[in-house]
């Protein structure tokens, strides 16, 4: 019998730290998100890259060390990273080089969010979100 009590202890210890680490963060946070766009006008085809920024702007360090910061695309999620927590007062910045390429004329909106899941207790969820809309028009026109 004390043969399975090591190794039950274990389990029991592994488990309650998995629990502690996946319940929602408690401490007050204030995290904002910026986006800027390579281009707000551009012609069927042509590249858009994004720049994802999520700053601290409080002045505690949240609990988890990252969090999903997620840009949709007219609706459509076309990014979902992990992205770090920075520090109070510091932003993290995510760049993707391959961009987003211009289908067809139209207007697209992108919608950056960060802690969609609501992980954080952000003291101000109304900087969560920006929206831009990048207008898309025929070659030539």
């Not at 995290?31 to 002045?59: H, I, W, Y």
């Not at 949709?72 to 080089?97: A, C, Q, V």
């Not at 207007?107 to 992980?119: I, K, P």
């Amino acid at each position: 019998m004390l043969r399975w009590r090591i190794p039950l202890t274990l389990l029991v210890c592994a488990i309650s730290i998995f629990a502690f680490l996946r319940r929602p963060d408690t401490t007050p946070v204030d995290f904002a998100v910026g986006l800027r766009l390579s281009s707000t006008s551009v012609s069927t085809g042509q590249v858009v890259v994004p720049e994802l920024e999520l700053r601290n702007a409080g002045t505690n360090t949240a609990r988890h060390l990252e969090t999903s910061i997620r840009l949709y695309i007219n609706g459509e999620r076309w990014l979902d990273e992990p992205l770090h927590l920075p520090e109070p007062g510091k932003t993290e910045t995510l760049t993707r080089s391959s961009g987003w390429t211009a289908p067809a004329p139209g207007s697209y909106e992108f919608r950056l969010v960060v802690d969609e899941a609501r992980r954080l207790n952000d003291t101000n969820r109304g900087n969560n979100s920006v929206t831009q809309t990048v207008t898309v028009t025929a070659p030539g026109s």
